[in-house]
Protein backbone atom coordinates (compact mmCIF):
# COMPACT_ATOMS: atom_id res chain seq x y z
CA UNK A 1 0.00 0.00 0.00
CA UNK A 2 1.38 3.17 -0.52
CA UNK A 3 0.24 6.71 1.02
CA UNK A 4 1.02 10.42 1.02
CA UNK A 5 0.74 10.43 5.13
CA UNK A 6 0.82 7.70 7.66
CA UNK A 7 0.01 8.27 11.22
CA UNK A 8 1.40 5.83 14.27
CA UNK A 9 -0.81 5.47 16.74
CA UNK A 10 -4.59 6.04 17.28
CA UNK A 11 -4.51 7.88 20.31
CA UNK A 12 -6.29 11.75 20.57
CA UNK A 13 -3.62 13.34 18.65
CA UNK A 14 -3.39 10.45 15.97
CA UNK A 15 -7.11 10.62 15.35
CA UNK A 16 -6.68 14.02 14.97
CA UNK A 17 -4.48 14.65 12.91
CA UNK A 18 -5.15 11.98 10.37
CA UNK A 19 -8.98 13.76 10.41
CA UNK A 20 -7.81 16.98 9.56
CA UNK A 21 -5.05 15.63 6.36
CA UNK A 22 -8.04 13.36 5.15
CA UNK A 23 -10.69 16.35 5.52
CA UNK A 24 -7.93 18.21 3.44
CA UNK A 25 -7.51 16.05 0.70
CA UNK A 26 -4.75 14.37 1.96
CA UNK A 27 -4.11 10.85 1.00
CA UNK A 28 -3.79 9.04 5.08
CA UNK A 29 -3.46 5.74 6.79
CA UNK A 30 -4.20 5.98 10.34
CA UNK A 31 -2.57 2.54 11.80
CA UNK A 32 -3.43 2.13 16.10
CA UNK A 33 -2.93 -1.56 17.29
CA UNK A 34 -6.04 -0.85 19.36
CA UNK A 35 -4.74 -2.81 23.01
CA UNK A 36 -5.39 -0.01 25.25
CA UNK A 37 -6.04 -0.66 28.93
CA UNK A 38 -9.50 -1.05 28.88
CA UNK A 39 -11.01 2.11 29.79
CA UNK A 40 -8.76 3.01 32.32
CA UNK A 41 -8.77 7.07 32.78
CA UNK A 42 -5.78 9.13 32.45
CA UNK A 43 -6.17 12.77 30.88
CA UNK A 44 -9.18 14.64 32.32
CA UNK A 45 -8.35 18.51 32.14
CA UNK A 46 -9.49 20.03 28.50
CA UNK A 47 -8.04 23.06 28.28
CA UNK A 48 -9.77 26.18 25.72
CA UNK A 49 -7.21 25.76 23.59
CA UNK A 50 -8.39 22.13 23.10
CA UNK A 51 -12.03 22.75 22.87
CA UNK A 52 -11.31 25.34 20.20
CA UNK A 53 -9.37 22.72 18.15
CA UNK A 54 -12.23 20.18 18.67
CA UNK A 55 -14.55 23.11 17.72
CA UNK A 56 -12.61 23.79 14.46
CA UNK A 57 -13.48 19.70 13.60
CA UNK A 58 -17.00 20.61 13.29
CA UNK A 59 -20.04 18.25 13.27
CA UNK A 60 -20.74 19.43 16.98
CA UNK A 61 -17.59 17.97 18.29
CA UNK A 62 -16.82 20.68 20.57
CA UNK A 63 -20.66 20.07 22.19
CA UNK A 64 -20.43 15.86 22.15
CA UNK A 65 -17.10 16.31 24.37
CA UNK A 66 -18.38 19.31 26.68
CA UNK A 67 -21.88 16.89 27.24
CA UNK A 68 -19.35 14.68 28.83
CA UNK A 69 -18.54 17.39 31.40
CA UNK A 70 -20.10 17.45 35.02
CA UNK A 71 -22.11 21.07 35.95
CA UNK A 72 -19.33 23.38 37.31
CA UNK A 73 -20.00 22.93 40.24
CA UNK A 74 -19.09 19.65 40.49
CA UNK A 75 -15.41 19.63 39.24
CA UNK A 76 -14.07 23.37 39.81
CA UNK A 77 -12.50 22.47 43.33
CA UNK A 78 -9.45 20.96 44.36
CA UNK A 79 -10.07 19.52 48.33
CA UNK A 80 -7.36 18.94 50.77
CA UNK A 81 -8.64 16.36 53.62
CA UNK A 82 -7.89 13.82 56.19
CA UNK A 83 -10.24 11.47 54.30
CA UNK A 84 -12.62 11.69 51.66
CA UNK A 85 -15.49 11.73 54.23
CA UNK A 86 -13.69 13.22 56.85
CA UNK A 87 -12.50 16.84 58.08
CA UNK A 88 -11.59 19.28 55.43
CA UNK A 89 -8.13 21.36 55.72
CA UNK A 90 -8.51 23.52 52.84
CA UNK A 91 -10.60 24.50 49.71
CA UNK A 92 -9.08 26.27 46.41
CA UNK A 93 -12.45 26.61 44.17
CA UNK A 94 -10.67 27.23 40.77
CA UNK A 95 -13.68 28.41 39.12
CA UNK A 96 -13.22 31.63 40.96
CA UNK A 97 -10.06 31.94 39.88
CA UNK A 98 -8.83 35.27 37.78
CA UNK A 99 -7.55 32.49 35.68
CA UNK A 100 -10.98 31.69 34.77
CA UNK A 101 -12.51 34.84 34.07
CA UNK A 102 -9.73 35.27 31.40
CA UNK A 103 -10.61 32.55 29.58
CA UNK A 104 -14.27 32.61 29.49
CA UNK A 105 -13.24 36.06 28.04
CA UNK A 106 -11.01 35.08 25.57
CA UNK A 107 -12.52 32.59 24.34
CA UNK A 108 -15.40 30.89 22.80
CA UNK A 109 -15.28 27.64 24.62
CA UNK A 110 -14.45 27.00 28.02
CA UNK A 111 -12.53 24.49 29.51
CA UNK A 112 -14.37 20.77 30.38
CA UNK A 113 -13.09 18.05 32.77
CA UNK A 114 -14.00 14.83 30.75
CA UNK A 115 -11.65 11.49 31.12
CA UNK A 116 -9.78 10.65 27.96
CA UNK A 117 -11.63 7.70 27.03
CA UNK A 118 -14.82 9.57 26.74
CA UNK A 119 -12.92 12.59 24.79
CA UNK A 120 -11.18 9.20 22.13
CA UNK A 121 -15.20 8.29 22.01
CA UNK A 122 -16.02 11.24 20.49
CA UNK A 123 -13.18 11.32 18.34
CA UNK A 124 -13.59 8.11 17.00
CA UNK A 125 -16.71 9.11 15.39
CA UNK A 126 -14.84 11.75 13.92
CA UNK A 127 -12.33 9.03 12.01
CA UNK A 128 -15.07 7.01 11.11
CA UNK A 129 -16.60 9.85 9.38
CA UNK A 130 -13.31 10.60 7.76
CA UNK A 131 -12.97 7.30 6.61
CA UNK A 132 -16.71 7.18 5.14
CA UNK A 133 -16.54 10.60 3.64
CA UNK A 134 -12.82 11.59 3.22
CA UNK A 135 -11.18 8.98 2.41
CA UNK A 136 -9.21 8.12 5.22
CA UNK A 137 -7.99 4.44 5.82
CA UNK A 138 -7.95 2.97 9.26
CA UNK A 139 -5.64 -0.33 9.89
CA UNK A 140 -7.18 -1.33 13.69
CA UNK A 141 -5.80 -4.18 15.67
CA UNK A 142 -1.90 -3.34 13.91
CA UNK A 143 1.68 -1.95 15.39
CA UNK A 144 4.31 -0.44 13.55
CA UNK A 145 6.81 -2.43 14.03
CA UNK A 146 9.85 -0.66 11.69
CA UNK A 147 10.63 2.04 9.88
CA UNK A 148 13.48 3.02 7.05
CA UNK A 149 13.54 6.13 4.75
CA UNK A 150 15.00 7.23 2.21
CA UNK A 151 15.06 10.80 0.84
CA UNK A 152 11.98 10.22 -0.99
CA UNK A 153 9.05 7.85 0.68
CA UNK A 154 9.40 6.11 4.20
CA UNK A 155 8.67 2.54 4.08
CA UNK A 156 6.71 1.26 7.93
CA UNK A 157 6.74 -2.42 8.69
CA UNK A 158 3.09 -3.29 10.04
CA UNK A 159 2.15 -6.17 12.02
CA UNK A 160 0.99 -9.37 10.17
CA UNK A 161 0.70 -7.03 7.46
CA UNK A 162 2.87 -6.11 4.25
CA UNK A 163 4.51 -3.04 4.70
CA UNK A 164 3.42 0.68 4.18
CA UNK A 165 5.12 3.27 1.90
CA UNK A 166 4.31 7.27 2.70
CA UNK A 167 5.49 10.61 1.83
CA UNK A 168 5.51 11.55 5.21
CA UNK A 169 5.40 9.74 8.67
CA UNK A 170 4.00 11.27 11.85
CA UNK A 171 4.76 9.26 14.85
CA UNK A 172 2.52 9.27 17.98
CA UNK A 173 2.45 6.12 19.16
CA UNK A 174 2.91 7.09 22.60
CA UNK A 175 5.29 7.87 25.49
CA UNK A 176 7.18 4.40 24.71
CA UNK A 177 7.49 4.85 21.05
CA UNK A 178 8.68 1.79 18.87
CA UNK A 179 9.36 3.86 16.03
CA UNK A 180 10.64 7.23 17.54
CA UNK A 181 13.11 4.29 19.18
CA UNK A 182 14.00 3.17 15.96
CA UNK A 183 14.67 6.45 14.66
CA UNK A 184 17.32 6.85 17.27
CA UNK A 185 15.38 9.60 18.99
CA UNK A 186 16.21 10.07 22.47
CA UNK A 187 14.36 11.86 25.41
CA UNK A 188 15.99 14.50 27.59
CA UNK A 189 14.94 15.35 30.98
CA UNK A 190 14.09 13.88 34.48
CA UNK A 191 13.16 10.42 33.33
CA UNK A 192 11.80 9.69 37.02
CA UNK A 193 10.35 12.10 38.97
CA UNK A 194 7.69 10.02 40.77
CA UNK A 195 6.05 6.39 40.60
CA UNK A 196 2.92 6.11 41.46
CA UNK A 197 0.00 2.91 41.36
CA UNK A 198 -3.25 4.62 39.30
CA UNK A 199 -6.03 2.60 41.05
CA UNK A 200 -9.34 2.59 38.81
CA UNK A 201 -12.91 2.12 40.92
CA UNK A 202 -16.67 3.18 40.97
CA UNK A 203 -18.79 3.45 43.46
CA UNK A 204 -22.38 5.72 43.05
CA UNK A 205 -22.55 5.50 46.91
CA UNK A 206 -19.09 7.79 47.30
CA UNK A 207 -20.16 10.08 44.02
CA UNK A 208 -23.52 10.75 45.99
CA UNK A 209 -21.99 11.62 49.62
CA UNK A 210 -19.23 13.87 47.70
CA UNK A 211 -22.09 16.02 45.60
CA UNK A 212 -21.92 18.13 49.33
CA UNK A 213 -17.71 18.93 49.04
CA UNK A 214 -17.64 18.32 45.32
CA UNK A 215 -14.10 18.69 43.81
CA UNK A 216 -11.94 17.39 40.56
CA UNK A 217 -9.03 16.61 42.96
CA UNK A 218 -8.74 15.31 46.31
CA UNK A 219 -5.36 15.42 48.22
CA UNK A 220 -5.93 12.53 51.22
CA UNK A 221 -3.74 12.62 54.29
CA UNK A 222 -3.60 10.30 57.12
CA UNK A 223 -1.39 7.74 58.51
CA UNK A 224 -2.91 4.80 56.44
CA UNK A 225 -2.71 6.45 53.01
CA UNK A 226 -1.30 9.46 51.13
CA UNK A 227 -3.12 9.74 47.96
CA UNK A 228 -4.27 12.09 45.23
CA UNK A 229 -8.38 11.20 44.22
CA UNK A 230 -9.45 12.48 41.04
CA UNK A 231 -12.98 12.50 40.78
CA UNK A 232 -14.03 11.75 36.88
CA UNK A 233 -17.36 12.32 37.58
CA UNK A 234 -19.44 12.27 40.36
CA UNK A 235 -22.77 11.01 39.14
CA UNK A 236 -21.12 7.94 37.64
CA UNK A 237 -19.32 7.14 40.78
CA UNK A 238 -15.95 6.81 39.04
CA UNK A 239 -12.92 7.88 40.82
CA UNK A 240 -8.83 6.96 40.00
CA UNK A 241 -6.75 6.92 43.38
CA UNK A 242 -3.19 8.35 42.49
CA UNK A 243 -1.06 6.60 45.22
CA UNK A 244 2.84 7.02 45.56
CA UNK A 245 4.25 3.38 44.46
CA UNK A 246 8.08 2.66 45.26
CA UNK A 247 9.11 -0.34 43.48
CA UNK A 248 11.72 -2.52 43.51
CA UNK A 249 10.23 -2.52 47.81
CA UNK A 250 6.81 -1.94 46.65
CA UNK A 251 5.81 -4.21 43.43
CA UNK A 252 2.21 -4.30 41.43
CA UNK A 253 1.69 -7.79 42.57
CA UNK A 254 1.02 -6.02 46.10
CA UNK A 255 -1.85 -4.19 44.74
CA UNK A 256 -4.39 -7.20 44.93
CA UNK A 257 -7.81 -5.75 44.46
CA UNK A 258 -8.32 -6.67 47.89
CA UNK A 259 -5.70 -4.53 48.83
CA UNK A 260 -6.65 -1.53 46.35
CA UNK A 261 -10.22 -2.23 48.53
CA UNK A 262 -8.78 -1.34 51.84
CA UNK A 263 -6.25 1.45 50.56
CA UNK A 264 -9.52 2.95 48.99
CA UNK A 265 -11.32 2.36 52.13
CA UNK A 266 -8.59 4.11 54.39
CA UNK A 267 -9.03 7.01 52.06
CA UNK A 268 -12.71 7.64 52.81
CA UNK A 269 -13.07 7.25 56.17
CA UNK A 270 -12.05 5.39 59.69
CA UNK A 271 -14.57 4.64 61.38
CA UNK A 272 -18.39 4.86 60.13
CA UNK A 273 -20.42 3.28 57.71
CA UNK A 274 -18.12 3.05 54.52
CA UNK A 275 -19.83 2.73 50.73
CA UNK A 276 -20.61 -1.04 49.71
CA UNK A 277 -20.51 -0.85 46.22
CA UNK A 278 -16.90 -0.02 45.72
CA UNK A 279 -15.77 -1.82 42.28
CA UNK A 280 -11.72 -1.90 42.09
CA UNK A 281 -11.71 -2.28 37.83
CA UNK A 282 -7.73 -2.18 37.68
CA UNK A 283 -4.67 -1.13 38.85
CA UNK A 284 -1.30 0.18 37.08
CA UNK A 285 1.94 1.49 37.84
CA UNK A 286 3.36 4.76 35.98
CA UNK A 287 6.50 6.84 35.79
CA UNK A 288 6.05 10.46 36.25
CA UNK A 289 8.74 11.99 33.95
CA UNK A 290 9.66 15.51 32.68
CA UNK A 291 11.10 15.15 29.00
CA UNK A 292 10.88 15.90 25.69
CA UNK A 293 12.68 14.42 22.66
CA UNK A 294 15.67 16.03 20.95
CA UNK A 295 14.25 15.96 17.55
CA UNK A 296 10.63 16.40 16.10
CA UNK A 297 11.95 16.03 12.89
CA UNK A 298 13.86 13.24 10.89
CA UNK A 299 13.93 13.32 7.79
CA UNK A 300 10.40 12.60 5.92
CA UNK A 301 9.39 11.65 9.85
CA UNK A 302 7.63 13.63 12.67
CA UNK A 303 7.17 13.21 16.11
CA UNK A 304 4.00 14.58 18.17
CA UNK A 305 1.98 14.22 21.14
CA UNK A 306 3.29 11.91 24.00
CA UNK A 307 5.72 10.36 21.73
CA UNK A 308 7.75 13.87 21.72
CA UNK A 309 6.85 14.87 25.06
CA UNK A 310 5.85 13.42 28.67
CA UNK A 311 5.03 15.85 30.95
CA UNK A 312 4.34 15.53 35.34
CA UNK A 313 0.52 15.35 34.91
CA UNK A 314 0.10 18.55 37.09
CA UNK A 315 -1.60 21.20 35.06
CA UNK A 316 -3.12 18.94 32.40
CA UNK A 317 -0.85 19.66 29.68
CA UNK A 318 0.17 16.72 28.31
CA UNK A 319 -2.95 15.92 26.24
CA UNK A 320 -3.79 19.65 25.29
CA UNK A 321 0.09 19.71 24.11
CA UNK A 322 -0.27 17.21 21.74
CA UNK A 323 -3.40 18.16 20.23
CA UNK A 324 -1.73 21.37 19.52
CA UNK A 325 1.30 20.00 17.77
CA UNK A 326 -1.59 17.87 15.86
CA UNK A 327 -2.96 20.68 14.54
CA UNK A 328 -0.19 22.63 13.74
CA UNK A 329 1.46 19.68 11.94
CA UNK A 330 -1.68 18.88 10.11
CA UNK A 331 -2.09 22.29 8.20
CA UNK A 332 1.58 22.33 7.13
CA UNK A 333 1.62 19.14 5.69
CA UNK A 334 -1.84 19.45 3.55
CA UNK A 335 -0.09 22.57 2.41
CA UNK A 336 2.85 20.55 0.51
CA UNK A 337 0.65 17.70 -0.67
CA UNK A 338 -2.69 19.62 -1.83
CA UNK A 339 -0.74 23.56 -2.37
CA UNK A 340 2.52 22.55 -3.60
CA UNK A 341 4.18 24.39 -0.63
CA UNK A 342 7.58 23.76 -0.49
CA UNK A 343 9.33 21.13 2.26
CA UNK A 344 10.83 24.09 3.87
CA UNK A 345 7.46 24.65 5.47
CA UNK A 346 7.30 21.33 6.74
CA UNK A 347 10.79 22.59 9.15
CA UNK A 348 9.07 25.28 10.98
CA UNK A 349 7.50 22.70 12.47
CA UNK A 350 9.74 21.47 15.18
CA UNK A 351 11.23 25.12 15.12
CA UNK A 352 7.60 26.39 16.45
CA UNK A 353 6.03 22.83 18.59
CA UNK A 354 9.44 22.25 20.22
CA UNK A 355 10.13 25.55 21.52
CA UNK A 356 6.46 25.73 22.52
CA UNK A 357 6.82 22.14 24.22
CA UNK A 358 9.87 22.94 26.25
CA UNK A 359 8.10 26.31 27.78
CA UNK A 360 5.12 24.20 28.91
CA UNK A 361 7.69 21.53 30.18
CA UNK A 362 8.96 24.00 32.39
CA UNK A 363 5.04 24.63 33.37
CA UNK A 364 4.15 21.46 33.99
CA UNK A 365 7.60 21.08 36.22
CA UNK A 366 6.43 23.95 37.99
CA UNK A 367 3.03 22.75 38.74
CA UNK A 368 4.90 19.74 39.93
CA UNK A 369 6.76 21.68 42.45
CA UNK A 370 3.67 23.34 43.85
CA UNK A 371 1.82 20.11 44.54
CA UNK A 372 5.26 19.36 46.30
CA UNK A 373 4.31 21.92 48.93
CA UNK A 374 2.03 20.41 51.21
CA UNK A 375 3.55 17.26 51.53
CA UNK A 376 7.08 19.24 52.78
CA UNK A 377 4.79 21.12 54.89
CA UNK A 378 3.96 17.23 56.71
CA UNK A 379 7.64 16.11 56.59
CA UNK A 380 6.46 13.45 53.65
CA UNK A 381 8.18 15.27 50.62
CA UNK A 382 9.02 12.86 47.07
CA UNK A 383 12.24 14.22 47.73
CA UNK A 384 12.81 12.83 51.90
CA UNK A 385 10.62 9.55 50.84
CA UNK A 386 13.27 8.85 47.95
CA UNK A 387 16.07 9.33 50.08
CA UNK A 388 14.80 6.53 52.43
CA UNK A 389 14.27 4.48 49.28
CA UNK A 390 17.83 5.16 48.33
CA UNK A 391 19.47 4.12 51.81
CA UNK A 392 17.42 1.63 52.67
CA UNK A 393 18.15 -0.02 49.08
CA UNK A 394 22.27 0.03 50.13
CA UNK A 395 21.72 -2.38 53.01
CA UNK A 396 22.81 -5.76 52.33
CA UNK A 397 19.75 -7.43 53.28
CA UNK A 398 15.89 -6.64 53.96
CA UNK A 399 15.59 -3.38 52.49
CA UNK A 400 12.43 -3.97 51.51
CA UNK A 401 11.06 -3.90 54.81
CA UNK A 402 12.99 -1.86 56.70
CA UNK A 403 11.61 0.44 54.23
CA UNK A 404 8.22 0.34 53.71
CA UNK A 405 8.14 -0.08 58.29
CA UNK A 406 10.41 3.68 57.68
CA UNK A 407 7.29 4.63 55.27
CA UNK A 408 4.38 3.80 57.97
CA UNK A 409 6.53 5.53 60.62
CA UNK A 410 6.41 8.42 58.21
CA UNK A 411 2.50 8.50 57.29
CA UNK A 412 1.99 8.21 60.63
CA UNK A 413 4.12 11.52 61.47
CA UNK A 414 1.55 13.07 58.74
CA UNK A 415 -1.21 13.30 61.57
CA UNK A 416 -2.68 16.64 61.27
CA UNK A 417 -2.49 18.51 64.03
CA UNK A 418 -3.21 22.51 64.20
CA UNK A 419 0.50 24.04 62.93
CA UNK A 420 -0.08 21.72 60.13
CA UNK A 421 -3.70 22.41 59.00
CA UNK A 422 -2.85 26.30 59.02
CA UNK A 423 0.08 25.64 57.45
CA UNK A 424 -1.44 23.72 54.48
CA UNK A 425 -4.64 26.44 54.71
CA UNK A 426 -2.34 29.11 54.35
CA UNK A 427 -0.46 28.14 51.11
CA UNK A 428 -3.78 26.85 49.66
CA UNK A 429 -5.86 30.16 50.45
CA UNK A 430 -3.00 32.39 49.10
CA UNK A 431 -3.25 30.19 45.73
CA UNK A 432 0.45 28.68 46.14
CA UNK A 433 0.02 24.74 45.25
CA UNK A 434 -1.24 23.33 41.84
CA UNK A 435 -3.05 25.47 39.78
CA UNK A 436 -6.03 24.51 37.54
CA UNK A 437 -6.52 27.25 35.01
CA UNK A 438 -3.83 29.24 33.12
CA UNK A 439 -4.74 32.33 31.63
CA UNK A 440 -2.00 32.93 28.68
CA UNK A 441 -0.67 29.05 28.31
CA UNK A 442 -4.27 27.59 27.94
CA UNK A 443 -4.74 29.81 25.13
CA UNK A 444 -1.01 29.42 23.10
CA UNK A 445 1.92 30.54 23.07
CA UNK A 446 3.49 33.70 21.18
CA UNK A 447 5.82 32.37 18.25
CA UNK A 448 7.19 36.39 16.82
CA UNK A 449 10.65 35.63 18.31
CA UNK A 450 11.44 32.50 16.59
CA UNK A 451 13.14 31.72 13.37
CA UNK A 452 10.33 30.35 11.45
CA UNK A 453 9.17 31.80 8.04
CA UNK A 454 5.70 30.60 8.83
CA UNK A 455 5.20 34.17 9.96
CA UNK A 456 6.27 37.69 8.55
CA UNK A 457 7.56 39.50 11.36
CA UNK A 458 6.61 43.30 11.70
CA UNK A 459 9.02 45.58 13.37
CA UNK A 460 6.27 47.80 14.78
CA UNK A 461 3.83 44.86 15.62
CA UNK A 462 5.83 42.25 18.52
CA UNK A 463 4.71 40.26 21.67
CA UNK A 464 4.43 42.41 24.60
CA UNK A 465 6.07 39.51 26.70
CA UNK A 466 9.80 38.98 26.55
CA UNK A 467 11.44 35.80 25.05
CA UNK A 468 11.23 32.90 27.25
CA UNK A 469 12.35 29.49 25.22
CA UNK A 470 14.51 30.10 21.82
CA UNK A 471 12.61 33.39 20.91
CA UNK A 472 9.28 32.07 22.05
CA UNK A 473 7.21 34.14 24.51
CA UNK A 474 3.83 33.93 26.72
CA UNK A 475 0.49 34.13 25.27
CA UNK A 476 -0.84 37.26 25.07
CA UNK A 477 -3.90 39.09 23.52
CA UNK A 478 -2.80 40.71 19.85
CA UNK A 479 -3.16 41.35 16.86
CA UNK A 480 0.67 40.40 15.74
CA UNK A 481 2.76 38.03 13.70
CA UNK A 482 3.05 34.48 15.50
CA UNK A 483 0.18 35.18 17.93
CA UNK A 484 -2.67 33.04 18.07
CA UNK A 485 -5.82 35.51 16.84
CA UNK A 486 -7.58 36.59 19.58
CA UNK A 487 -11.05 35.66 19.78
CA UNK A 488 -12.43 39.32 18.87
CA UNK A 489 -15.71 40.84 18.18
CA UNK A 490 -16.54 42.58 15.47
CA UNK A 491 -19.69 44.15 13.26
CA UNK A 492 -21.75 44.66 15.73
CA UNK A 493 -22.84 40.54 16.31
CA UNK A 494 -19.77 38.30 14.88
CA UNK A 495 -16.67 36.79 16.32
CA UNK A 496 -13.76 35.52 14.93
CA UNK A 497 -12.97 31.90 16.18
CA UNK A 498 -10.57 29.07 14.99
CA UNK A 499 -12.19 27.00 12.15
CA UNK A 500 -14.24 30.46 10.78
CA UNK A 501 -12.62 29.55 7.28
CA UNK A 502 -12.93 25.48 7.56
CA UNK A 503 -9.09 24.69 7.76
CA UNK A 504 -8.00 27.12 5.56
CA UNK A 505 -6.33 30.50 5.45
CA UNK A 506 -8.26 34.12 6.68
CA UNK A 507 -7.80 37.50 5.99
CA UNK A 508 -9.30 40.31 8.04
CA UNK A 509 -9.13 43.62 6.77
CA UNK A 510 -10.46 47.06 7.88
CA UNK A 511 -11.60 47.78 4.27
CA UNK A 512 -12.68 46.59 1.48
CA UNK A 513 -10.77 43.76 -0.65
CA UNK A 514 -9.56 44.97 -4.30
CA UNK A 515 -11.00 42.47 -7.11
CA UNK A 516 -8.26 40.79 -9.14
CA UNK A 517 -7.89 39.07 -12.17
CA UNK A 518 -4.83 37.28 -11.17
CA UNK A 519 -5.68 33.63 -8.99
CA UNK A 520 -4.98 33.54 -5.43
CA UNK A 521 -1.68 31.45 -4.36
CA UNK A 522 -3.99 29.67 -2.24
CA UNK A 523 -7.97 30.53 -1.30
CA UNK A 524 -8.62 32.27 1.58
CA UNK A 525 -11.71 33.58 3.50
CA UNK A 526 -12.16 37.54 3.36
CA UNK A 527 -13.93 39.38 6.24
CA UNK A 528 -14.41 42.94 5.89
CA UNK A 529 -14.53 44.15 10.42
CA UNK A 530 -16.26 47.33 9.83
CA UNK A 531 -16.29 47.98 13.11
CA UNK A 532 -14.56 46.12 16.22
CA UNK A 533 -13.74 47.84 19.48
CA UNK A 534 -11.83 44.90 20.62
CA UNK A 535 -9.38 45.66 17.39
CA UNK A 536 -9.51 48.92 17.90
CA UNK A 537 -8.11 48.67 21.75
CA UNK A 538 -5.24 45.72 20.49
CA UNK A 539 -4.03 46.93 17.07
CA UNK A 540 -5.58 50.46 15.93
CA UNK A 541 -3.35 50.83 13.22
CA UNK A 542 -3.56 47.72 11.67
CA UNK A 543 -5.52 48.03 8.71
CA UNK A 544 -5.42 43.74 7.43
CA UNK A 545 -3.95 40.41 9.07
CA UNK A 546 -3.73 37.04 7.41
CA UNK A 547 -4.55 34.16 9.95
CA UNK A 548 -3.09 30.89 8.98
CA UNK A 549 -5.15 27.32 9.42
CA UNK A 550 -4.38 27.00 12.91
CA UNK A 551 -5.45 30.23 14.22
CA UNK A 552 -2.43 31.61 14.34
CA UNK A 553 -1.30 35.00 12.67
CA UNK A 554 1.24 34.92 9.98
CA UNK A 555 1.47 38.72 8.79
CA UNK A 556 -0.10 42.03 9.56
CA UNK A 557 -0.20 45.44 7.81
CA UNK A 558 -0.56 48.71 8.77
CA UNK A 559 -1.40 49.79 5.28
CA UNK A 560 -4.49 48.68 3.19
CA UNK A 561 -3.87 45.05 1.66
CA UNK A 562 -4.28 44.43 -1.83
CA UNK A 563 -4.65 40.61 -3.75
CA UNK A 564 -1.02 40.94 -5.13
CA UNK A 565 0.36 41.94 -1.81
CA UNK A 566 -1.41 38.84 -0.10
CA UNK A 567 -0.24 36.46 -2.92
CA UNK A 568 3.18 38.28 -2.34
CA UNK A 569 3.33 37.10 1.19
CA UNK A 570 1.41 33.02 1.11
CA UNK A 571 4.13 32.41 -1.71
CA UNK A 572 7.00 33.94 0.72
CA UNK A 573 5.67 31.84 3.57
CA UNK A 574 4.33 28.55 1.37
CA UNK A 575 6.47 28.59 -1.74
CA UNK A 576 10.13 30.14 -0.56
Given at each position: ?K ?7 G?P ?13 V ?6 Q ?6 H??A ?14 G ?9 H????RE???F ?15 HM?S ?5 L??E??TK??H???P ?10 D?A???N????V ?12 R?V?V ?6 P ?7 V ?11 LGV ?7 L ?6 H?F??QL??A??S?P ?8 P???A ?10 E ?13 P ?10 L ?5 N??T?L ?5 V ?8 A ?9 G???IA ?8 P ?6 N??L?D ?5 W????VH??KA ?6 T??I ?8 L ?12 R?P?E?W????T?R?W ?8 F ?16 T?L ?9 KL?D ?11 DDL???Y??LK?H????H????P???P??D ?6 P??A ?8 H??S????E????G ?18 VVN ?8 S?D?D ?6 Q?A????D ?18 V?S?I???
Amino acid sequence: MKTQVLVAGGGPVGKVVSSMLARQGVATVLVDQERREGRHPKAHAVTCRSMEIFRSLGKGVEEKVANHCPEDREWGCFRYMERLCGEEIAVQDHMKSAAYTTLLKESVTKPVHVSQPLVEDVLSEVVDEAVQQNGLVFVKGKACKSLQQTDRKVTVGIEGSDPITADHVIVCDGANSTLRHTLGVNMTGPGSLQQFMSIHFFSKQLGEALKSRPGMLYFVFNPQVIACIVAHNLTRGEFVVQAPFYPPHQTPADFTPEACLDLIRAAINSNTDLPTDIEVKAAHPWLMAAQIAEKFQIGRCFIAGDAAHRFPPAGGLGLNTGLQDAQNLAWKLAAVHTEKASDKLLETYEIERKAADRYLLGVALSCFEKGMRVPEEMWMSNHTVRTWEQSCSKLPFGGSAVFNKVLDLGKNLTRLGPYKKTSIKKLVDTWATIPLFFSHDDLGVSYAGLKTHAIVPHEKHKPANPPLVDGLSQYVPSIAPGVRMPSIHYNSDMRYELGIAGSGWTLLTRHPLSKSKVAPVVNYHHIHVTSSPDWDALAPSVQAALVRPDGYTAWVSDEPATPPTINAVLSRILRD
